[in-house]
């Protein structure tokens, strides 16, 4: 029995891991991600994944940024345990990948899931 639980137990972890990797639906209706600031700034859609390269330009405060893609700027978030193990500055370029966070009464910002230096 403890080899069938085992087996079961690895089968569910494989299928649990491997099918979120892959899961995004990206047909009709679907939102594209925006790669470029202007874009977000002139249609901002809550939750919407983005996927942007350019630099942090200045520190707002503990984990507020403002980044630009070297035409545009907007507020990003960025949680002190995501921040690559790397000095960044205003001239390190990076890609960040996250979603707009984007509210009637807000400043529109984008909540970074991710960051890296390139």
């Given at each position: 029995m403890n080899k069938t639980l085992s087996a079961f137990l690895a089968a569910s972890?494989?299928?649990?891991?491997?099918?979120?990797?892959?899961?995004?639906?990206?047909?009709?209706?679907?939102t594209p991600k925006a790669s470029d600031v202007a874009s977000i700034n002139a249609n901002?859609?809550?939750?919407?994944?983005?996927?942007?390269?350019?630099y942090l330009t200045k520190k707002?405060?503990?984990?507020?940024?403002?980044?630009?893609d070297g035409k545009d700027s907007i507020q990003v978030e960025i949680d002190?345990?995501?921040?690559?193990?790397?000095?960044?500055?205003?001239?390190?370029q990076v890609k960040i990948f996250g979603e707009v966070e984007a509210g009637a009464f807000e400043t529109t910002e984008i909540e970074v899931e991710?960051?890296?230096?390139i």
């Open positions: 972890t494989i299928a649990l891991t491997t099918g979120n990797a892959f899961a995004e639906y990206t047909g009709p209706g679907s901002p859609v809550d939750d919407a994944q983005v996927e942007l390269t350019g707002i405060d503990k984990e507020t940024y403002l980044f630009s002190s345990e995501d921040l690559p193990p790397v000095t960044i500055n205003e001239k390190t991710k960051i890296s230096v």
